[in-house]
Nanobody
Framework: QVQLVESGGGLVQPGGSLRLSCVAAEVPFNLATMGWFRQAPGKQRDLVATIAPNGGTHYANSVKGRFTISKDDAKKTVDLQMNNLNSEDTAVYYC???????????WGQGVQVTVSS
């Protein structure tokens, strides 16, 4: 069974940085598309960034130039470096995996990121 465990959330001031990390278990990591989504209170869950098996990346327009997604196939981790955070980045962030083991997608439990002074 695919398991995704996020870490690294917390409270940060506007303009600050956070790094989220997701450890994957039972995922054919080098063949999986990994990603991060977020959901703010009262809003739908939206894509933040994805990284393909070949390392190709895709970002939501709202985070381009501020967020960077990366992965380590050997450690089966996918990270999200978030810089220049603002209040609109406040949300629960979810790790996501799409692979043959989870053809409909698999989700982590989510981690809270709060940007506030």
């Amino acid at each position: 069974q695919v398991q995704l465990v996020e870490s690294g959330g917390g409270l940060v001031q506007p303009g600050g940085s956070l790094r989220l990390s997701c450890v994957a278990a039972e995922v054919p990591f080098n063949l999986a598309t990994m990603g991060w989504f977020r959901q703010a209170p009262g809003k739908q869950r939206d894509l933040v960034a994805t990284i393909a098996p070949n390392g190709g990346t895709h970002y939501a327009n709202s985070v381009k130039g501020r967020f960077t997604i990366s992965k380590d196939d050997a450690k089966k981790t996918v990270d999200l470096q978030m810089n220049n955070l603002n209040s609109e980045d406040t949300a629960v962030y979810y790790c996501y995996s799409l692979s043959l083991k989870s053809p409909n997608g698999a989700w982590g439990q989510g981690v809270q990121v709060t940007v506030s002074s």
